[in-house]
C-alpha cells in the first residue's frame, strides 16, 4: 500500500509556548516605556536619544552575527536612513507627548500607525474599503474622539498631549514602510542598527535646540537605562524571537497588552484614573488596531509591531 506524505505547509505558524511568552513579555517590555520617560530626569527627546544611542553596541554585535555574507547594498541603507529620520521625529513627537498626557493615551496613539498604514493601502490601491477594513477605520476614529474629547476636559495639556501623540503615530507609519522593505533584505538587526545610528544624532541635535538637559540628574542613569534595555534590546528582541511565528491578528491582538499595561502603570504611579467612557474609547481604538493587522486570508508576515514605542 503506497503512502503518501504531505508536504509541510510553508505558510503555517509554528507557535510553541515560548514564542507566545515572548510575543507578551516583548509587548509588556515595550509597554513600561512611558512610565520609564517620566522617570527619567533628562528632556523627553534627550531620554529618547539615550534610548537609541545605548544599546548601538549590542546591536552591532547582534547584526555582525546575523549578517549575510554579501555586501550592504546602498538602496537599502539609504532606505534606513530614511526610516531612522522618521522615527526620529517619531519618538520626539511621542515622549514630548508622553509628558502631557496619560499614559494609556500615549501608548494607544502612538500605535495608530498599523490603522494610518490600512487607510494608506486603501488611497494607494485606489479601492473602496472592505467591511473589516470599514469598520476598523469607524472605529479608530471614533474611539480617538472619544478619548480626545476626554483628555480635553481634563486640561489642555492633556490634548495637546493626545496630539503629539497621534503625530508620533502617523510618522511611525511612515517609518514602517521604508523599514519593512529593508527588513526582508537586511534581516531585523542590522535594520535596527542602521536606523539608531541614522536617528540617535536627530534626536540629540532636535534636544540641544529644545534647550533640554541632555545628561541625567538626580534620577539618575537607571530609568535611561532601563527604558534602552527594555524598549530597544528586551522588546524588540523578543518580539523579532516571535514575530515570525503568528499571524498578523494575534500581533494585534497581542499589542493590546501595552496600552493595558501602561493604564496600569498610570493608575498605580501617578493617579490617572479611568471613567467607563476612557474605556469605551480604548477598546474602539484597540479593536481598530486589531483589525488593522487582521489579513484578509492567512498568510505568512514578517511584519514588526513599534513598539516606540516599539
Not at 528632556?43 to 549575510?68: D, K, N, T
Not at 519593512?180 to 541635535?205: D, E, H, M, N, T
Not at 480604548?282 to 514578517?302: D, I, K
Amino acid at each position: 500500500m503506497d503512502q503518501t506524505t504531505a508536504a509541510p505547509d510553508k505558510n503555517a505558524f509554528q507557535a510553541g509556548a515560548w514564542h507566545f511568552a515572548a510575543l507578551i513579555a516583548g509587548n509588556m517590555a515595550l509597554a513600561l516605556g512611558p512610565w520609564l520617560v517620566r522617570l527619567a530626569d533628562t528632556g523627553p527627546v534627550s531620554a529618547a536619544f539615550w534610548r537609541l544611542l545605548l544599546p548601538l553596541p549590542i546591536l552591532a554585535v547582534m547584526a555582525w552575527s546575523a549578517r549575510e555574507p554579501r555586501p550592504l547594498d546602498p538602496k537599502l541603507a539609504l532606505l534606513c536612513l530614511i526610516a531612522g529620520a522618521f522615527f526620529a521625529v517619531d519618538l520626539a513627537s511621542w515622549h514630548i507627548g508622553i509628558e502631557q498626557t496619560r499614559l494609556a493615551n500615549a501608548t494607544l496613539f502612538g500605535n495608530s500607525g498599523s490603522v494610518i498604514l490600512m487607510i494608506w493601502g486603501l488611497v494607494a490601491a485606489r479601492r473602496a474599503p472592505t467591511g473589516r477594513e470599514g469598520v476598523g477605520i469607524v472605529a479608530a476614529v471614533g474611539g480617538a474622539a472619544i478619548l480626545l474629547g476626554r483628555s480635553l476636559e481634563i486640561s489642555a495639556t492633556t490634548f495637546i498631549g493626545d496630539l503629539f501623540c497621534l503625530a508620533a503615530g502617523v510618522f511611525y507609519a511612515f517609518y514602517l514602510l521604508p523599514a519593512q522593505r529593508a527588513r526582508s533584505a537586511l534581516g531585523p538587526w542590522s535594520v535596527l542598527l542602521l536606523i539608531g545610528l541614522a536617528a540617535s544624532p536627530l534626536l540629540l541635535g532636535m534636544a540641544l535646540a529644545a534647550g533640554e538637559p541632555i545628561w541625567p540628574g538626580e534620577a539618575g542613569w537607571t530609568p535611561i537605562l532601563t527604558l534602552a534595555l527594555s524598549s530597544q534590546i528586551v522588546g524588540q528582541g523578543l518580539l523579532v524571537f516571535s514575530l515570525r511565528h503568528f499571524p498578523p491578528l494575534v500581533i494585534g491582538m497581542a499589542l493590546l497588552t501595552q496600552p493595558a499595561v501602561a493604564a496600569l502603570v498610570g493608575w498605580m504611579a501617578f493617579g490617572e484614573l479611568l471613567v467607563p467612557l476612557d474605556i469605551l474609547g480604548m477598546l474602539m481604538v484597540g479593536a481598530a488596531l486589531v483589525l488593522a493587522r487582521a489579513p484578509g486570508r492567512t498568510r505568512r508576515s514578517g511584519q514588526a509591531a513599534h513598539d516606540e514605542n516599539a
